[in-house]
């Protein structure tokens, strides 16, 4: 029997791969059903199942199942090297499990004897670290250029402004003038 595996609280970016040692029909009754991989597991309470990949490795064809850890579950080739031979050889269905599979909780697994784990693998993880230094002259503190006063209207743009003016004067002693004549 395997011994049991311990998941912190708060896990993340752990990746882990057990070899499914039962018949096709079974792995696939199982794949149908949460609660009875949970069980399979032993673990308290149900899985996020969106962080849950229950396949057989024929869906893996041309990928195999270090390029789909490699390139679909984020695992660093390097990782992967040490279990690479024994990845290759495995047959029948997998189970992925990933750390966001546990929501959180703290979680022991416990699992049954037809689950076998191959490996824990951590997910590449995004550097977030800056460097502090700013190197551009944009980046520094009242470097913007100064403000300019606003440009002063063209001679043209003002004698428009005007002639609308009067137009609008002249219409209106018109209309004044027809209502009060009328």
Do not use: C
Not at 63 to 71: P, T
Not at 149 to 162: I, L, N, T, Y
């Amino acid at each position: 029997m395997m011994p049991a595996i311990s998941i912190p609280a708060r896990e993340r970016g752990v990746v882990r791969v057990f070899a499914l040692s039962m018949a096709e029909a079974e792995a696939r009754a199982l794949k149908q059903s949460p609660e009875a991989i949970a069980e399979s597991l032993g673990v308290d309470g149900l899985l996020d199942m969106e962080h849950v990949e229950l396949f057989p490795l024929t869906d893996l064809d041309g990928v195999g199942l270090l390029g789909y850890l490699n390139e679909g579950a984020g695992v660093p080739v390097d990782q992967l090297s040490p279990d690479r031979v024994k990845l290759d050889k495995l047959g029948g269905w997998v189970l992925v499990l990933f750390s966001l599979a546990f929501e959180d909780r703290a979680t022991t697994l416990r699992p049954s004897p037809a689950f076998t784990l191959i490996g824990s693998y951590g997910e590449e993880r995004t550097d977030h670290s800056a460097d502090d230094t700013l190197a551009a002259d944009a980046a520094k503190p009242y470097s913007a250029a100064p403000e300019t006063p606003p440009k002063r209207p063209s001679d043209a743009a003002m004698s428009g402004r005007v002639a609308t003016l009067v137009l609008i004067v002249l219409a209106l002693f018109t209309y004044l003038f027809i209502r009060i004549a009328g």
